[in-house]
């Protein structure tokens, strides 16, 4: 079976210079954490106060079991943070990393009102 995960990694950010905390303010706007969704690519979101960042994946297992699934999910979205941190000359410490069964969403009907 395929499994489709919404991942999100939370960290808290280490060590940032004051270059690095003028290029992360100067693009606040692109990273909000309230306008984020889950793309295979991922998001990079940040507070404005350069403390804590996320990262959210959409990861797409295919093991048969769910729970080996989504273990494997959330190491895949650790090291895609990882990564994508590296990558942005940034550290940090991840604090959690929760998951989000897409096939488990229930959806509810609509009330008439």
Not at 8 to 23: I, M, P, Y
Not at 52 to 78: C, G, K, P, V, W
Request: aromatic letters at 8%; a negative charge.
């Amino acid at each position: 079976m395929t499994w489709n995960f919404r991942i999100t990694v939370r960290g808290r950010f280490a060590e940032l210079d004051e270059e690095q905390r003028r290029s992360l303010r100067a693009a606040q706007d692109d990273h909000d954490m309230l306008s984020a969704s889950f793309p295979r690519e991922g998001t990079f979101l940040y507070t404005p106060e350069l403390v804590h960042y996320q990262h959210r994946y959409l990861i797409t297992s295919d093991e048969a079991d769910r729970d080996d699934a989504e273990t494997l999910a959330n190491i895949r979205a650790e090291e895609l943070s990882a990564a994508d941190l590296a990558a942005r000359g940034l550290s940090g410490r991840t604090k959690g990393v929760s998951a989000v069964c897409v096939e488990e969403f229930k959806v509810r009907p609509r009330s008439r009102t």
